[in-house]
């Protein structure tokens, strides 16, 4: 399998690796995006979600709190079984400096992030689909990172594999967020992800 660290503006030479990868994929292999919630920021280096969740190289000294790809069954050899690609968005936004600059907590600063963080996943959800229009690509997010997965998928309902009213609470929305949209729930540690196809297959 593969892992590529992603984040919500794709470079060229990001691009160029990500079609390489895609290149290499069997037909039917899985293609997964996982997506991090609030308070993780790509760069900083006391929450950076490629660090801390996605399994990213890093001093073994820097925190970690899993190894999502890894629970899932990705490893970094090989593109055999799949692609895993952990994106990152700024999630991470102090209380009382979004009050006194904005009028806005943290975390109402971090969920407008969220949507145009889903704007730009969409983007490289169709680049993944350009190139390699017969794999499915899914979606795993957890907490704040399931606004930018539904902001990148398709509109329309998805069949669900668990009714919105037995998924926990995110901030009391969940059921107004996920109705209609998601298809199962999966446990990784503590963290309780939200599945979400993005991409169908085209036959």
Do not use: K
Request: aromatic content about 6%.
């Amino acid at each position: 399998m593969a892992i590529l660290q992603m984040g919500p503006r794709v470079t060229p030479a990001e691009a160029a690796r990500l079609a390489r990868m895609l290149d290499r994929l069997p037909a039917g292999a899985p293609v997964a995006v996982l997506v991090h919630g609030f308070r993780y920021r790509p760069g900083d280096s006391a929450r950076d979600p490629h660090v801390q969740l996605f399994g990213a190289p890093a001093d073994p000294a820097a925190p970690r709190c899993a190894d999502w790809p890894r629970a899932l069954g990705f490893s970094a050899e090989g593109a055999a079984d799949g692609l895993c690609l952990g994106f990152g968005w700024d999630g991470r936004a102090a209380h009382l400096p979004a009050l006194a600059r904005a009028g806005r907590n943290g975390f109402a600063v971090a969920y407008a992030r969220a949507g145009e963080a889903g704007a730009r996943l969409g983007e490289l959800v169709a680049l993944l689909r350009a190139r390699r229009p017969d794999l499915e690509v899914d979606a795993f997010a957890h907490s704040l990172g399931a606004r930018v997965a539904l902001a990148a998928a398709p509109a329309g309902p998805v069949e669900l594999g668990v009714r919105p009213e037995d998924l926990t609470p995110v901030n009391g929305e969940a059921p107004a967020l996920f109705e209609g949209r998601v298809e199962l729930v999966e446990r990784l540690g503590e963290a309780q992800l939200i599945y979400l196809p993005l991409a169908g297959a085209e036959q």
